[in-house]
Nanobody, 120 residues
Framework: VQLQASGGGSVQAGGSLRLSCSASGSIFSIRLMGWYRQAPGRERELVATINRRGTTDYIGSVKGRFAISRNNDNNTVFLQMNSLKPEDTAVYYC???????????????WGQGTLVTVSS
């Protein structure tokens, strides 16, 4: 089982980007999916999460600008980022917790990072 992220890029302040992350492999269910980010010289921080029922949570700095969603049928999570600011510049990582497969339960998986650069 792997997570594959895509959708990063460079935009000007005020622009939008949409990140996607798909879990590959034979998967029964994923309890929680989310996005983290790590800016240069800073620790990785949680940006947003969404559970199987669609309950979401965001850090304060992105509320009202970012929207997380997921498709349980194909185990994909999205992050729609609007009104981007230079301080949103970071490598964004997708995360999944409690992944149930026919063979085993994975406590946690990480996707590769995707770079988002917002210029002023």
């Amino acid at each position: 089982v792997q997570l594959q992220a895509s959708g990063g890029g460079s935009v000007q302040a005020g622009g939008s980007l949409r990140l996607s992350c798909s879990a590959s492999g034979s998967i029964f269910s994923i309890r929680l999916m989310g996005w983290y980010r790590q800016a240069p010289g800073r620790e990785r921080e949680l940006v947003a999460t969404i559970n199987r029922r669609g309950t979401t949570d965001y850090i304060g700095s992105v509320k009202g600008r970012f929207a997380i969603s997921r498709n349980n049928d194909n185990n994909t999570v999205f992050l729609q980022m609007n009104s981007l600011k230079p301080e949103d510049t970071a490598v964004y990582y997708c995360n999944a917790e409690h992944i149930a497969t026919p063979d085993r339960m994975y406590p946690e998986l990480w996707g590769q990072g995707t770079l988002v650069t917002v210029s002023s």
